[in-house]
């Protein structure tokens, strides 16, 4: 069965402090990987990986997959309050359309 | 304008009431999704739409229906509504050329 499990369930941190989100996945046919971010409601686009080893940045966020080791990680440098939200993984097999979406990882950043 | 909105976004109803909940969207995509978010279960497919003639079902199918009328529009339907049935209800939509999702922004079901 398909799968995606993401940790920690919850982090809360500082502002200024760098965390790191995890994503572990098992698909058949693994075609990408997505993070969102989401804060009151819609889940938000953030990263999109296809390729093993290529990391993607927007500012302080950047994200790195593993397709060996089968995960991903989202860092966030120099967190903000702003920052604080769930942030979900999801995982897209080949052949499908499909998404298979985490619990995701509540972050709470403290002023 | 929002490129993808659902209607309702609140709704409060009796058991066993008929419900349906739909999205439109006016990005121009052929893939269109329903999930359910229930606190620490993350987001879960109930179905998915690939154009008008195509619906599939996903993990939590069973007490829901849906209807694509048109490329644009994706209803999701509720014949009978249970209380566990309460939850986030987001539409999502993709395009065939790329993998990423576009989430309307959701609509709250309370079946009581």
């Known amino acids: 069965e398909d799968k995606v499990v993401q940790s920690p369930l919850s982090l809360v941190v500082h502002e200024g402090d760098t965390v790191t989100l995890n994503c572990s996945y098992e698909?058949?046919?693994?075609?990408?990987l997505l993070w969102y971010k989401q804060e009151k409601k819609a889940p938000t686009f953030l990263f999109m990986l296809?390729?093993?080893?290529i990391e993607k940045k927007s500012g302080r966020l950047s994200s790195i997959l593993d397709k060996k080791e089968l995960f991903s990680i989202l860092n966030i440098t120099a967190t903000q309050t702003g920052d604080s939200a769930v942030y979900l993984c999801?995982?897209?097999?080949?052949?499908?359309?499909?998404?298979?979406f985490g619990t995701g990882t509540r972050l709470k950043v403290l002023a | 304008d929002a490129d993808v909105t659902q209607t309702p976004r609140n709704r409060i109803t009796k058991t066993g009431k008929r419900i349906m909940l739909e999205c439109s969207q006016t990005?121009?995509?052929?893939?269109m999704y329903w999930y359910r978010q229930d606190p620490g279960l993350g987001l879960r497919l109930i179905y998915y739409?690939?154009?008008?003639?195509?619906?599939n079902k996903g993990e939590i199918s069973d007490g829901y229906s849906v209807s694509r009328q048109a490329q644009a529009k994706f209803s999701l339907s509720l014949e009978s509504a249970i209380p566990n049935q309460t939850a986030l209800y987001f539409c999502?939509?993709?395009?065939?050329?790329?993998?990423?999702?576009?989430f309307g922004p959701g609509t709250r079901l309370t079946v009581l």
């Open positions: 999801a995982v897209s097999p080949s052949g499908t359309y499909k998404y298979i």
């Open positions: 698909v058949t046919n693994f075609r990408s």
């Open positions: 296809t390729s093993s080893g």
């Open positions: 990005k121009g995509h052929d893939r």
């Open positions: 739409s690939f154009d008008v003639k195509d619906i």
């Open positions: 999502a939509t993709a395009a065939s050329s790329y993998n990423e999702q576009f």
